[in-house]
Every structure is written in structure tokens, then in C-alpha cells.
């Protein structure tokens, strides 16, 4: 046989040996009760000889078929002894044979001593199993998770209700190999490392520790570096401390509670390099250790104590035992029990031994609203004395109750807000009221005394907080105690009041007298009377542990739930699951929210957290992300400086970043170079002198405005830098200043981390930079969607994992009245969300507790084409559905019941798995748990949807205010502004300008004809077609002034609207529509508006009839009594009126004052004056004399709610740069202060220059004639006063969603 075939050989043994192994491994499935001894076999009672437990075994026809009780109720058990310590992996039951006996439903139970028992739950809420529905068919469970016992017990809960409790059984799983060893609390062993054994990458140590003591260390761990692992037990919760020797390095996490409960759990610490997981029985936490401590030894590890006491949060030894303690696989205790010279093992202290003894702790369970336990009180002396120890979460409990002999009164001892009170009620009066204790219920176990001797009496809460008060009563039970509660009254005859909650928790080491209750026999009903207790066990469980509330939320909890504080997180719901804020700048703008900062949260319920960002609202939506230096920043040469190097900090960590540049459609990021004898690229052909680093940490070697690789500038991109030869305008290397500028637009290389600069060390060189903030406009998210045409299509995407919380939100538009709009099956469990009516959405889903449904019915129905928003969520505690802003729906989820969604199939959106009840219409946006699924181009590939859908003014034109009208885009709308007086981005900003008595505003609507070149043509013709019969006037003020003149619409006839504040603050509107008549007057009923408050005015006429309000004053109307036509109209006027050679005497009066105050969002009919002033003043044809300044001084808008502070602008918006000498913050400080002063100096005289220049052009602007406009260009900004305008406004004046 050659070596090719002995090493294939030696191969294939190797597999064989490898399958067999992991078959044996996972091969734990014996029947472990079938071949028992009867005497392994007990219960509650049996109904006869032949109903006896030791013919409980599955399939056995022998004595009467099964085990049957004397009487079936819930306080009936099942025992069996496995005789050693085993791993149960299946359950299976069956009813007795030939019967009418079987059960239906019940606990499962186990226990190492045949006391204390556990009850198995499945995913940690489920506690009862389904049974049979016959006596004949068996039913199995495989466990979930695998339980270690030596005794198993069965509670049957419901059964047959024509029968009675019959039961045979068998459990499944194979031997368990235990080493221990015990400690008293005084003792402790170490283990120390061979010291030639070779360094590793990894370390593992595992144990399984169970103890009744609170706290006490488990193991210490040194290394030869001083670094310390400490895992203890503290306060039932136990803690993992990393330390550091000499040094502020110190990390404490804390995993499980309640773990002082005398049963075994599991503890794991995985070192690998710097990552250390750290594993309490199925919960594990992560610790990252920093880089410089990855190359460690650990040297020593001390079990039980010793080492690192001093610095332990408890103090103490552990008390308790250990098993199957591994350190990188070998056996510590193994090692520690062959006590071999050759290894260096243990030094023992104190008492360790290697067996687990363990003492008989029997507590009771106090679990529902009618349980209680009563006691005989028989009097052995003068005084009294009870005592009981006690654990649980709720505030407020009766402990304990008892009439006083001599009918002297009643005793309650009660836990009242976390406190424990005695008080005693005799005829309605408290005579003793006595309080001890704080913080009760933090789910420890805690001592009651009460002692009462020779007329004192002293309530003692763990053995040092006391309260004594003095009592003249005897106070002496007569006859019976009543713990945790009270019977009802038609069930005993006692007298036992309550006026108190219940206790729900645990008491344990009940003494009467100084003598400890048996409660075994108890529960043997030999003594004492009890009803819905659960004897031999405490039953409480920590919902808080591992906690369910996301996000940071802070968990508390009562006996039967938990709550979840969500209170600064930034998330909501009943597990701080659903994110309050929005998840892009893209989004806040379709709320009507305007340019701010906001939080953004990216991922929504994802784990990357909410961040403050700022959102210019603009044409196009930018999402801006500052970092610590985005001024231009000037470097001096420096011979000791032969590289600058600029690191960015962001608002935003690196995971938010990376989030908003991937769903975001660009990002881009201002990138300059200004440079005086300092290269850049040194382009063509040498080595970069400077370079930034991206978000990889990769240098890159290109410019901005170029492309990646390219290592040149914008310039030489397009071919215009100042000198061919290169291809950055700074690498010619001139004495003269120049720049690079442009922007970096490479999402994978985003945003600048760092720069580096290195051409400064030569004489003479000088260099700016600026790294501009990152800018992200668009969101592939927000319109990601997807039309459905069919009934029978869909797009199916991956299996939605959403085990414990699932949120899904999406909006969708249809005409249709139903349809599904996704669909995930599991084998049993689902979830669906569908349109189920054209007024009903319904979410229904199920984990295990039969299908759950959660309706929301809206006033108004659902399929009108627009867009409705629909969010779900389903958690461990509700689940919950909203539709747009309608009322939701919450659906509480059972107590106790199934937790976990278990999905399988592919996710179907617009359609199920049956082709069945499929969606027509559009959805978008779709959500699951925050991560957005690509619609768009699943769609593309899918016959029957078509990605994208377009018509969003249905829905969003609402937000278009002012008279602004909607516009439909592909991938949004835009809001067109120029029939209104309001511009921004939804025509919602007033447009104001503050006035002083020289300024004038004058809108021309058409120059006169001069009358030589048509003389025959009649006067009264000439402007016909400016004729109005009526006006629609709009404008809000704000004026101390009195008299005033507010607007004045001038005619070529010498006829005139004005709108006047007279002396007293009144308003009048003053009409002359006739020359030979006078004016008519109209007066407000409105006092005194010069008071400088913010009013708003609207006037309207329409023939004879004139409307005005003022501010949300009732309409007055008044009429007209001269002409109704107001003929030739010339202009519209604001401020002071120039050619006032034809004003009336009054008007004229008024108007030598000019207006000091505010305009602002001016209106007369479909023109906007002051606007067109302001925006658009060449474009348009008004006349500007004097000062004029645009201002907010009109603004009434209330603060956004989301937006943590509301602005209009960023202060570092990025900017052009001249190309000479950068003004900049400079790192030396003496060219700063020089720089600033020439930037001071020459800022003054320019702006002085620019202002004797605007106001030479302002005067004699007034004296020009305006040129005559027959009709409107495309550009102009205004539309002449007809109502139907045909003209066009120009792109630049339009607001878009982008």
C-alpha cells in the first residue's frame, strides 16, 4: 500500500471519526424515564393503588393506564427522580389509556434537589405547555433550550373537561458530566499559568456557579502587564471589571439578575485580542479593549476570592459552588483534584471542598390577584415574634394581616411606595402607624421582623434599619394569619380584610414564634390553608434583564410587566423602538418645515443614533454636516515646518455620515487651495507637496472640481489653467497669489478627514486652505417606489427579520378599495398589512398566540389617489397602527405569552404568496425596521410594476400657501410663487422692507401715449384697458406714525385709491373715482393700528361694494356712491408719493411726511409690488427712491416644532474667494491682526464708495421717465393685474422639491 493510499486513508478515518463525533455530540435524545424504578415515581396523590405515578411511562397499559389524581385541580404534581444529574432535551405526554383522563395543558418543573424548583419557560415568557387532546396520541416538545436536572415535575393547568387528570410521560436526553467544587464564603483556590506555555491571540474560560448569597467574587484574573479581569456577584447581578494597573483604565458591565436563586447559570469570558464577549447564560456583551493592551499573558486566575477583593464592589467571598470550571479547554477542578506535583495548580484557603452541598430553601409564590396563605398562631409566651424575608417589584403588598385577640384591632404590615408600614385599626382609628425601609422593591430579598414585648413594638428591616413605637394593645393574632393577600368571602369564613394591593413576590423563611413554618407540609395541606400560591418555588422573573427598551430607554418593571422610559432618547413607543425624529432634510421639507437645524435620524429604528444637522431648504434640499474649521486658514512659511497637518471633527461620527452620504443622490464638499509660491499637485509630472484623506483613510492625490485618480485640479480638468503646462493654476509656483478651487463629489471618498499640506517651508511661501462643511442633497429613500398594475403582481424581497420588534412604515395612493400591501409567512407565524376597506387598514400578525388583528378605520376613504402615510409596529409588549394623522390602534400583547416572530418564506410587497388579493396602486417609502427596501429597481425587473410614481400635488399641494401653485415633478413638486406676494420655498416667507419718510416704492403699469401723435383720438379712450371695476388689496404693516399714508394707486384721469392712518391710528380708504366729486371716505371701526404691532389688511371692491377687514376683526362693507370704474390706473405706490403736484390737499398733507414703519407681503390684485421691488428690481417696473431695506420686521410665524432652532441661512455658506490675497483665519496671529485691520479698512471705503454710488444712481433714477412696457417678458417676476395671466416666470424664481 503506497503513501498516497495510506494518507487518503488516514483522510477518510479522520472524517468518519469527525462525522461520528459531531453525531454523538448532537445525539442527546435517550428515553430517560421508561426504565426507571416505581420508587423514582411521585405526586400530589393518586386516585387509587392503581392510578399510582410508577404507571406514568408512555405507552404502558399497566395498572389503570396512567397516573390520576385523588381530585384534579391546579395543585396537583407529577415527580420523577432521574437519580443524577441529566440533560432533558425533549417532553413528551400522553393521556391514560382506555380513558376520558388526559391533560391539555401544563408546567414543567425541574430541580436539583427535589426543592426550589424552576419552572422551564420558553423564550423566557412562555411557561405552560399544550397537551393531548385524547388519551391515546403522543405529544412531544423538543426544549428549546435544553435544561441540567436531576428531578422533573409536571403541573397539570386544564384537562379534559369530561374527564379527569390522566397522564403518561417520557422525557428525552442523555447523561451530564459535573465537576464542582464548594465554597463557604472563606475560602478560595488559584490557578496559575505554566509560565513556558505559549502566548495566544485567545482565551476562554467558562464555568456554571449557583449560590443563595447576593454577592461574592467568582474569579480574578492577573496578567503579567496589570491588567484585571474581576467576574463577581452583586446584588444577584453579576459584574465584569476590566483594570488597569496604574492607570484610569477601569470598564464595569453587568449582565443577568436574580442569580442568587440556588440554581446553576452559565458564565463565559471570551478574550479575542482586543475584543473581549462576556456571556451570562444566553446573554452576551462585547467589550473592546484599546489596541496597546491586545499582547497579554494571564498569569494567575483566583476562584472563590483572594486577589482584587479590596477593589470588588461586594467585598466577599463567593459562597456557593462552581461546576465544570474550563480554562482554554482544561479542566480546572479536574487538575485541582489530582493535586500532581507536576502542575502548578492551586494553593487552597480556607474551606473548599469538591461537592456541592446545598440547603433546603423552600419559598412560596404569590403570583395573581387571589392569592393568599393563612397560618395558625398558637401562643407559646407573653410577647410576639414573626419574621419572613420577601422579594419583588411592586411598590404596594399586603404582607400580612391579623386580628388582634380581645376583638383590640386589626394589623396590616404592607409595603407602601417602596416602604414597609405597620399600621393598627381599631374602630376606624390608626392607633400604630410605624414605617421602615426604603427601595423595597428592587427584587432582592429582604428580612421583616416584628417583635412586640411588654408594650413595645419593632419592626426590623434587614436586621439594622428599626422602627420601635409603644402600644398599650395586645398585639396577639387571634387565631390565624393571612400572608400576600385575603380569601374571598364566599370561600372562607375567616374575616380578612384588605383595603390594600395584593403582594405579588416571593416569602421564604417563614417564622411564627421563632419557629420556621414547614411549608411543605402546607403544601401537603397538613396544616394551614392556602389558594393560588406555587409552593417550593420562587416564581419571580426580571423582565428588565436583558432589557427590552431599545435605544437607551430606561427599563422598570412590576411584578407582571415592565416599562420603558423613553425620555431623551429621541425614540417612542412601548420599547423606545420608533425613532420621533425624521430620517432626512428631504422629509422635514415635506412636513412644511423650512430651513434649521433638525434631528435626523438616518436609520430610523436602526442603531445609528438621531443627529443635529442642519437643513437648507432651498431649491435643492442640502443636508449640511459641519466640521471644527470650514474658514479659509492661512499658513506663513516656516523653515521648522516642513508639513501642516489639518485633522476635521464632524457634528456627525462616522457611522451617522456614512448613513446620510449612502441614501443620499449627491454630496459634495468645497475643497481650495490659495497659494503664493507654494505648489500644490506639482503637477505634470512630480510628487504631490499636498493631499487630503478620505473616509477609508486612503490619501487621495486629485483636487477639487477633478475627478478621483486624475491628480490634477479643475483647472486642468477643463483646460483653462493660467499656465498649460500644468495642471493646477499653484503649480506654476508664482510670486503672485492664485488658487485651486472646486468641489470633491466622490461619495465613496467623502467627507475630508484630513490635510496635508507640505509646500510651506520655503522663504516667501505662503498658502490658504478651506475644507468646506459636507453637503448631501436628495434621498434615494423618500421617493424609492413602485407601481403595481396587477392583482396578481407583487416583488418579493429576503425573509423580514423582526423577531422581538418590527416597525414598517410606507405610503401608498390607489383607487382601488382593497388589496395587500405586504405579506411574510412563517410556518405558523405571519404578518400582513393590507387595505382591507376604502376606509380600513388592518395589521395582523401572529408569534404564536393565535392571529392578532390591529384595525384603524378613517373617517374619509383611502383610495382618492393621494398619498396616506401607514406606520406599524409589532413589539414584546403591543402592537400598534397609524394612518396619516388619523387616531391609532393599539393592541395590548397577552401576558406571558409568545415573544418571538418566526419568519420564513420571501417578503411579498403589493401582492401574497397566493397571487390573491393583490395591491393596484403605488407604494413608496417602504421601511422595515428603518431600512429602506429598493422598490425602483426590483421593479424594474418584475413584470407588471413600473418603478417610480409621479402625481405628488394631490398630496403635497397643500403645502404650497399663499396662492402658490403646485407643479408636478418627477421626483417631486416644486411650489410656483408668482401670483403671490410670498416667496420661499412653499410661498410661506413674507416678503417685508422697512420704510423711512424719504423712501418710495413706485410700480408703473403703462406710460401714457403722448396726445400730439393722437390727437383725434378721444381722451376717454385711451386707457380702456386698464379700467378696473374692482381691487383686491393685501398688505400687513406695522406703524407708530399718524397720520400715515400706507399705499397709493394713482390714474393718468386724476383719480386715486389710498389707504391712510389719520391722526386718531385709524384706518381710512379713501376712493376718487370721479373728478368732479370728492373723495369718499371709508373708515374702519379698527382703534388706533400706530400702536407698532403687526397688523393685517385686506380690501376688497367689486363694483359698488367695498369689504375690509383688519386682522381677525369682523368683514365691514361699505358702498360706493360715485362711479364704479377706476379708469387709466397708473401705478401703485408705497412709502412717499414723488409726483405729488395732482394730490389732494389732504393726501398731500399726509404724504409730506413720507411712512416710517413696515411693509410687507403687498398685494394688489395679482401683482406683488414691494416683492418685485425687492427680488426682482431689474426685471420689473418699479422705481426705488431713497432707503430701502429688506426686513423680517413682517414676520408673525410661530417656531417650527421640529426644528431645534430655526434659521434661514448658515453663517459659513460657501462662497466665492477673490483671486488675490485671502482674507482668512490665519494660524499666526500677527498676520491676523494685520490682516484684519487692511480687511477693516478697505471693507469701509468700498462700502462707503457703494453707497454714494447707489444713492447718485437712486437720484437720478427718480428723475428718469420708465420706458414704455406694452406687455410682460418671460422674465418678469410679476404678472399684470389681470385674472387670467399668461405670462411665464423666469426658472430662478421658482421654489422646487428636489
Given at each position: 500500500m503506497d503513501s498516497n493510499t495510506i494518507e487518503m486513508l488516514l483522510q477518510l478515518l479522520f472524517i468518519f471519526h469527525s462525522i461520528t463525533s459531531s453525531v454523538c455530540k448532537v445525539s442527546c435524545d435517550t428515553p430517560l424515564v421508561s426504565n426507571l424504578p416505581p420508587s423514582a415515581f411521585r405526586s400530589s396523590s393518586e386516585l387509587s393503588n392503581s392510578h399510582g405515578p410508577g404507571y406514568a411511562k408512555l405507552n404502558r397499559r399497566d395498572g389503570a393506564g396512567g397516573w390520576s389524581p385523588l381530585d384534579s385541580n391546579k395543585y396537583q404534581w407529577l415527580e420523577i427522580n432521574l437519580e443524577q444529574r441529566t440533560e432533558i432535551t425533549a417532553i413528551s405526554t400522553q393521556g391514560r389509556y382506555g380513558s376520558s383522563d388526559w391533560v391539555t395543558r401544563y408546567f414543567l418543573m425541574f430541580s436539583d434537589t427535589g426543592h426550589n424548583w424552576r419552572p422551564y419557560r420558553q423564550e423566557d415568557s412562555i411557561g405552560a405547555f399544550s397537551g393531548n387532546s385524547n388519551a391515546d396520541s403522543v405529544v412531544m416538545y423538543k426544549l428549546q433550550h435544553p435544561v441540567t436536572a436531576q428531578y422533573l415535575r409536571l403541573l397539570p393547568l386544564d384537562w379534559n373537561l369530561n374527564g379527569r387528570v390522566g397522564l403518561r410521560m417520557e422525557a428525552y436526553g442523555c447523561r451530564y458530566r459535573s465537576d464542582v467544587v464548594s465554597f463557604?464564603?472563606?475560602?478560595?483556590?488559584?490557578?496559575?499559568?505554566?509560565?513556558?506555555?505559549?502566548?495566544?491571540?485567545k482565551d476562554l474560560l467558562t464555568l456554571n456557579f449557583k449560590t443563595l448569597m447576593n454577592s461574592g467574587m467568582l474569579a480574578h484574573m492577573e496578567t503579567v502587564s496589570g491588567l484585571t479581569f474581576t467576574v463577581e456577584l452583586f446584588k444577584g447581578k453579576l459584574l465584569l471589571q476590566v483594570r488597569k494597573a496604574r492607570s484610569d483604565f477601569h470598564i464595569v458591565i453587568s449582565?443577568?439578575?436574580?442569580?442568587?436563586?440556588?440554581?446553576?447559570?452559565?458564565?463565559?469570558i471570551e478574550r479575542i485580542r482586543t475584543l473581549v464577549n462576556f456571556t451570562v447564560d444566553k446573554t452576551t456583551q462585547q467589550i473592546q479593549l484599546p489596541e496597546h493592551l491586545s499582547h497579554y499573558e494571564i498569569n494567575e486566575i483566583s476562584f472563590g476570592g483572594g486577589g482584587g477583593l479590596q477593589k470588588s464592589h461586594s467585598k466577599r467571598n463567593f459562597h456557593g459552588c462552581l461546576e465544570n470550571v474550563l480554562y482554554n479547554e482544561m479542566n480546572v477542578i479536574d487538575r485541582a483534584k489530582e493535586k500532581h506535583v507536576t502542575i502548578t495548580v492551586s494553593r487552597f484557603r480556607g474551606d473548599v471542598s469538591f461537592t456541592c452541598t446545598e440547603s433546603i430553601d423552600v419559598p412560596v409564590t404569590f403570583g395573581n390577584p387571589g392569592s393568599f396563605l393563612s397560618l395558625s398562631w398558637t401562643a407559646s409566651g407573653e410577647g410576639v415574634s414573626i419574621s419572613m424575608q420577601f422579594r419583588t417589584w411592586n411598590e404596594d403588598g399586603l404582607l400580612m394581616t391579623f386580628d388582634l385577640q380581645h376583638h383590640a384591632g386589626t394589623l396590616w404590615l404592607y409595603l407602601s411606595k417602596t416602604r414597609m408600614r405597620l399600621q393598627i385599626h381599631k374602630t376606624g382609628r390608626i392607633v400604630v402607624d410605624v414605617t421602615a425601609g426604603v427601595n423595597l422593591n428592587d427584587g432582592q430579598w429582604h428580612s421583616v421582623e416584628l417583635n412586640v414585648r411588654r408594650g413595645r413594638l419593632t419592626i426590623t428591616l434587614d436586621k439594622s434599619d428599626s422602627s420601635t413605637t409603644s402600644t398599650s394593645l395586645p398585639v396577639v393574632p387571634d387565631g390565624q394569619l393571612f400572608l400576600g393577600g385575603c380569601p374571598s368571602a364566599e370561600k372562607h369564613s375567616a374575616t380578612c380584610r384588605n383595603p390594600f394591593s395584593v403582594f405579588q413576590g416571593c416569602l421564604r423563611l417563614i417564622h411564627l414564634d421563632n419557629s420556621l413554618v414547614d411549608l411543605i407540609k402546607v403544601q401537603q395541606m397538613l396544616f394551614g390553608n392556602f389558594s393560588d400560591v406555587q409552593m417550593d418555588m420562587c416564581g419571580i422573573m426580571d423582565r428588565c434583564s436583558p432589557s427590552h427598551c431599545e435605544h437607551g430607554g430606561n427599563c422598570s418593571q412590576s411584578w407582571s410587566t415592565f416599562h420603558c422610559d423613553c425620555s431623551g432618547t429621541g425614540y417612542s413607543?412601548?420599547?423606545?423602538?420608533?425613532?420621533?425624529?425624521?430620517?432626512?432634510?428631504?422629509?422635514y421639507k415635506h412636513k412644511g418645515n423650512t430651513s434649521g437645524f433638525y434631528y435626523v435620524d438616518v436609520d430610523g429604528s436602526g442603531p445609528i443614533k438621531p443627529q443635529l444637522i442642519y437643513c437648507n431648504m432651498s431649491d435643492t434640499v442640502w443636508m449640511v454636516i459641519q466640521h471644527n474649521n470650514?474658514?479659509?486658514?492661512?499658513?506663513?512659511?516656516?523653515?521648522?515646518?516642513?508639513?501642516h497637518l489639518a485633522h476635521f471633527n464632524y457634528s456627525a461620527d462616522a457611522e451617522q455620515i456614512q448613513a446620510i452620504i449612502s441614501q443620499a443622490q449627491y454630496c459634495e464638499q468645497e475643497l481650495s487651495y490659495h497659494c503664493k509660491k507654494s505648489r500644490l499637485l506639482n503637477t505634470p509630472d512630480g510628487s504631490p507637496f499636498t493631499w487630503w484623506i478620505g473616509r477609508s483613510g486612503e490619501a487621495h492625490m486629485y483636487w477639487g472640481g477633478a475627478v478621483p485618480g486624475s491628480q490634477q485640479c479643475a483647472c486642468g480638468l477643463q483646460d483653462n489653467c493660467v499656465y498649460p503646462e500644468h495642471f493646477c493654476n499653484c503649480d506654476a509656483d508664482s510670486k503672485d497669489w492664485s488658487n485651486d478651487s472646486g468641489v470633491l463629489a466622490h461619495k465613496d471618498h467623502l467627507p475630508v478627514l484630513a490635510l496635508a499640506v507640505g509646500d510651506v517651508s520655503r522663504p516667501d511661501s505662503e498658502a490658504a486652505y478651506k475644507v468646506g462643511p459636507l453637503q448631501c442633497s436628495g434621498d434615494n429613500n423618500f421617493w424609492n417606489s413602485a407601481y403595481f398594475n396587477k392583482e396578481t403582481s407583487y416583488l418579493h424581497?429576503?425573509?423580514?427579520?423582526?423577531?422581538l420588534s418590527a416597525d414598517i412604515s410606507f405610503l401608498f395612493k390607489t383607487g382601488s378599495s382593497s388589496g395587500v400591501f405586504l405579506e411574510n409567512l412563517g410556518i405558523k407565524d405571519f404578518i400582513r398589512i393590507e387595505l382591507n376597506s376604502p376606509n380600513e387598514v388592518v395589521f395582523s400578525f401572529d408569534v404564536g398566540n393565535g392571529p392578532l388583528e390591529v384595525k384603524v378605520e378613517t373617517p374619509v376613504a383611502l383610495n382618492d389617489e393621494r398619498w396616506h402615510h401607514v406606520r406599524a409596529e409589532r413589539n414584546v409588549k403591543e402592537a400598534s397602527l397609524y394612518v396619516d394623522h388619523h387616531p391609532g390602534s393599539?393592541?395590548?400583547?397577552?401576558?406571558?405569552?409568545?415573544?418571538?416572530?418566526?419568519l420564513n418564506s420571501q417578503l411579498f410587497v403589493g401582492g401574497t404568496a397566493s397571487r390573491q388579493k393583490g395591491f393596484l396602486g403605488c407604494i413608496r417609502s417602504l421601511k422595515l425596521n428603518g431600512k429602506t427596501l429598493d422598490l425602483e429597481n426590483r421593479a424594474k425587473i418584475t413584470p407588471g410594476v413600473t418603478p417610480g410614481c409621479p402625481g405628488h400635488c394631490s398630496s403635497y399641494g397643500d403645502l404650497c400657501q399663499n396662492k402658490g401653485s403646485c407643479v408636478e415633478r418627477n421626483d417631486g413638486f416644486t411650489c410656483d410663487c408668482k401670483l403671490s406676494a410670498f416667496t420661499g420655498i412653499f410661498c410661506h416667507k413674507e416678503v417685508s422692507a422697512f420704510f423711512k419718510p424719504g423712501s418710495s416704492v413706485t410700480y408703473t403699469f403703462k406710460e401714457p401715449y403722448e396726445l400730439s401723435r393722437n390727437v383725434s383720438v378721444q381722451s376717454s379712450s385711451i386707457y380702456s384697458d386698464l379700467t378696473l371695476r374692482g381691487e383686491n388689496i393685501s398688505l400687513s404693516f406695522r406703524s407708530s406714525q399718524t397720520p400715515a399714508l400706507l399705499l397709493y394707486v394713482s390714474s393718468y384721469y386724476r383719480e386715486y385709491l389710498a389707504v391712510v392712518l389719520n391722526r386718531n391710528g385709524h384706518l381710512d380708504i379713501r376712493y376718487k373715482l370721479q373728478q368732479d366729486r370728492e373723495a369718499e371716505v371709508f373708515r374702519s371701526a379698527a382703534r388706533n393700528l400706530a400702536n407698532g404691532q403687526l397688523h393685517r389688511l385686506s380690501i376688497r371692491r367689486s363694483s359698488d361694494t367695498l369689504s375690509i377687514q383688519v386682522d381677525q376683526h369682523a368683514n365691514e362693507v361699505f358702498n360706493l356712491t360715485s362711479d364704479t370704474e377706476f379708469n387709466a390706473v397708473k401705478s401703485v405706490i408705497m412709502g412717499k408719493v414723488l409726483e405729488s403736484d395732482e394730490l389732494d390737499p389732504e393726501i398731500a398733507r399726509i404724504n409730506s411726511l413720507g411712512f416710517t414703519g413696515c411693509l410687507s407681503v403687498v398685494q394688489f390684485n395679482s401683482i406683488s409690488p414691494l416683492k418685485?421691488?425687492?427680488l426682482y428690481p431689474d426685471k420689473s417696473p418699479v422705481t426705488v427712491t431713497g432707503s430701502l431695506t429688506e426686513s423680517n420686521c413682517g414676520s408673525s410665524l410661530a417656531s417650527n416644532p421640529y426644528a431645534a432652532e430655526t434659521t434661514h441661512s448658515l453663517s459659513d455658506h460657501l462662497g466665492s474667494v477673490d483671486t488675490g490675497e485671502p482674507i482668512v483665519n490665519a494660524v499666526h496671529s500677527d498676520s491676523a491682526l494685520i490682516g484684519g485691520v487692511i480687511a477693516v479698512v478697505i471693507f469701509v471705503t468700498l462700502a462707503v464708495l457703494a453707497v454714494m454710488a447707489r444713492?447718485?444712481?437712486?437720484?437720478?433714477?427718480?428723475?428718469?421717465?420708465?420706458?414704455p412696457k406694452v406687455g410682460k417678458t418671460e422674465d418678469s417676476p410679476e404678472t399684470p393685474f389681470n385674472t387670467d395671466p399668461q405670462n411665464v416666470i423666469s426658472e430662478n424664481q421658482k421654489e422646487y422639491f428636489i
Open positions: 463557604d464564603g472563606s475560602g478560595h483556590f488559584i490557578y496559575r499559568q505554566d509560565p513556558n506555555a505559549p502566548s495566544k491571540d449582565l443577568g439578575s436574580l442569580l442568587d436563586d440556588q440554581h446553576w447559570h452559565h458564565v463565559s413607543g412601548a420599547t423606545c423602538h420608533s425613532s420621533i425624529y425624521e430620517a432626512s432634510c428631504e422629509a470650514t474658514e479659509l486658514t492661512k499658513l506663513r512659511s516656516s523653515s521648522e515646518m516642513n508639513q424581497f429576503p425573509t423580514f427579520h423582526g423577531e393599539v393592541q395590548k400583547a397577552p401576558v406571558d405569552g409568545h415573544i418571538h416572530l418566526q418685485a421691488a425687492l444713492f447718485l444712481f437712486r437720484r437720478k433714477e427718480t428723475f428718469q421717465t420708465q420706458d
